[in-house]
């Protein structure tokens, strides 16, 4: 790909990051790599850019990803010949990646149910809406495009519920709150999502059940639905998710991950009209943390 600048003064790698798709932490590996040069020669991120300078990086090739079905036990709650409803487990990735090509959700609804929606293509059959590898609960599956297109839009029309729990670090004062922040790709980081300016909307309502030491259960209901949205916003807060290796401390509860389970789930049936809502019990490890911190807490 090549760029010629038209604006000067702008670091490279930033320059980089808003004239293509790449974040300005993708931009940062790729010139540390030297595949991307300055008018024929490399550069370094700190360069600042001039009228007329020719930039050109190397577009990855793609990579292409091996996938089949595969007999693995999933919980569906709920299946006709429009929906289903999955209750997946902590530690289970939705589709398949590079990094993961087997195991996961998609190859698991492969297997059992035939009929998946081909809209979001052959990696995310049925996949309206995702959840984080180590947080549990509730997924809407479509079957067919119709019924795909139709949740989709309820989704975006922020009419579906998604009701989560939490346990996070530190005691949230106010019983009830909504975080109104917008989250984008973290310019430092490309593994994680921040809150930051230049993000998309993202509007969180939580309510406080329990607290604890130094602990907090909450219920979250998500308006909009943003990569870690949950984990984003209760770090910008101060209170990030207990077991969360990404945007908490180390120090936490001892778990398999983030404490944050996808209890309710709620959406209008795409032929029906029915309004569905469907409630899972938290895993067994999220039920016995609670128990143990009520008995711990003075």
Do not use: C, W
């Amino acid at each position: 790909m090549e760029i010629i600048i038209k604006e000067a003064g702008i670091r490279l790698d930033k320059a980089l990051a808003d004239l293509t798709e790449l974040s300005r932490g993708q931009a940062n590996d790729e010139i540390k790599k030297g595949e991307v040069l300055v008018n024929n020669l490399p550069s370094k991120a700190k360069y600042n850019v001039k009228v007329g300078d020719v930039i050109t990086y190397q577009i990855p090739e793609e990579v292409v990803i091996d996938f089949k079905a595969e007999d693995i036990p999933i919980d569906v709650i709920y299946e006709d010949e429009d929906v289903a409803v999955v209750n997946k487990a902590q530690g289970m990735v939705v589709h398949p990646s590079v990094g993961h090509q087997s195991g996961t959700l998609v190859n698991a609804l492969l297997f059992h149910i035939k009929d998946l929606s081909s809209i979001n293509g052959a990696i995310r059959p049925g996949i309206v809406h995702r959840i984080d590898k180590d947080t549990s609960g509730l997924l809407m599956i479509a079957k067919n495009d119709k019924a795909h297109r139709i949740l989709s839009a309820e989704l975006k029309d922020k009419k579906s519920l998604r009701k989560y729990l939490a346990i996070v670090h530190g005691n949230i004062p106010k019983d009830k709150g909504m975080i109104e922040a917008p989250i984008g790709r973290s310019d430092k980081d490309r593994k994680k999502q921040a809150v930051t300016a230049k993000g998309k909307e993202a509007v969180t309502r939580f309510t406080v059940l329990e607290r604890f030491d130094n602990f907090t259960f909450l219920e979250l209901q998500l308006e909009t639905g943003r990569t870690h949205q949950i984990r984003v916003h209760m770090a910008y807060i101060g209170h990030p998710l207990a077991g969360d290796p990404l945007y908490g401390p180390r120090k936490t509860l001892a778990g398999n991950g983030q404490f944050l389970h996808a209890q309710t789930l709620g959406f209008t049936h795409p032929r029906t009209n029915e309004l569905m809502t469907f409630t899972v019990e938290v895993p067994p490890i999220f039920q016995e943390t609670l128990e143990k911190l009520r008995k711990n807490t003075k």
